[in-house]
């Protein structure tokens, strides 16, 4: 009885070895975690300069725009050319693909400069860079 309930050098060799694979794991998750997290923030900051190009935008440019989407539904065979011209200006939906269009029209005026962040990406490359060098190791540590 005392032989089956006593841990074994084996046991123990499996155990450590567990909780290295799983200590590997939860680096590797907080890693990838930490990526997405600053990638989003990439994102959040184009959608401000988006929002704030849209808000800076005078009556004349918002109707430039507007007239530029109505020619492009009214020349549409599509179901969205078919919907403007039946629905017009007053339906939600309409509105709705205005605004999609000026939203996609205002990111294309973004240029590289605007979008770089260098902060954000010197820390997401560092991450990449510990994730490629955590992956080409074992669980003792070694190199494969």
Not at 35 to 42: G, P, Q, T, V
Not at 86 to 97: A, F, P, Q, R, S
């Amino acid at each position: 009885f005392e032989l089956k309930t006593r841990e074994t050098n084996a046991d123990k060799k499996k155990k450590a070895e567990y909780e290295k694979l799983r200590a590997k794991s939860v680096q590797r998750e907080r890693i990838q975690k930490a990526i997405y997290d600053l990638e989003r923030e990439k994102e959040d900051h184009e959608k401000a300069l988006i929002i704030d190009h849209k808000d800076a935008l005078s009556s004349d440019e918002i109707e430039k725009y507007k007239q530029t989407f109505e020619d492009l539904m009214k020349g549409s065979d599509c179901s969205k050319g078919n919907w403007f011209r039946e629905k017009g200006w007053d339906d939600w939906i309409v509105k709705l693909d205005f605004d999609m269009f000026l939203w996609n029209k205002l990111k294309e005026t973004l240029t590289k400069e605007d979008l770089e962040r260098p902060d954000l990406d010197e820390k997401i490359e560092e991450f990449k860079q510990d994730m490629l060098i955590f992956s080409t190791k074992k669980a003792g540590g070694e190199k494969c």
